[in-house]
């Protein structure tokens, strides 16, 4: 990745935002440690900013204590000098407006609720709050289609 990310700079301009996932809690997979020192090489191969993404969060987090994954992203933030962008299992207003102000997240990416609700947003917007239907089953995934299959 990093000899790419620096045909990138060298012969575009772009911004570069690498994806990466914290942990994969498999039998002798990367850690959070190995992940923090992938993370930092990425920067200095020049890359723009990082993007967080797990799908195995919940094999991590029972719900009484803080998430590990935000416990990871503020140490993550604290370790690098480029933008960090969290991602995973982002649905609901009130859990991404707690994590704005309790931590050091300043950027969020979404894909899924997008695909099961596409107007989500307005949605939220028009009447102040919401929850996307989305519930991260990662059907719309396993076919590669981007379709929701639980919602339509």
């Given amino acids: 990745a990093s000899e790419i990310i620096k045909v990138i700079k060298k012969t575009m301009d772009m911004h570069v935002s690498v994806r990466i996932n914290p942990w994969d809690v498999r039998k002798d997979g990367m850690t959070a440690e190995e992940s923090l020192k992938v993370a930092k090489e990425l920067e200095k ?23 590990p994954f935000l416990v990871y992203v503020d140490r993550l933030i604290d370790e690098i000098d480029i933008p960090v962008i969290l991602g995973g299992s982002l649905r609901d207003m009130k859990s991404m407006n707690d994590v704005l102000n309790n931590t050091e997240v300043e950027l969020m990416s979404m894909s899924k609720p997008f695909v099961a609700q596409a107007d989500f947003l307005a949605d939220w917007k028009a009447n102040g709050e919401g929850v996307s239907i989305c519930q991260s089953c ?15």
């Fill in 138 to 152: 990662n059907n719309c995934y396993s076919k590669k289609t981007s379709t929701c299959f639980k919602h339509f």
């Fill in 45 to 67: 191969a020049g890359a723009d900013s990082i993007q967080l993404t797990a799908r195995t969060i919940s094999y991590l987090y029972d719900g009484n204590e803080k998430n």
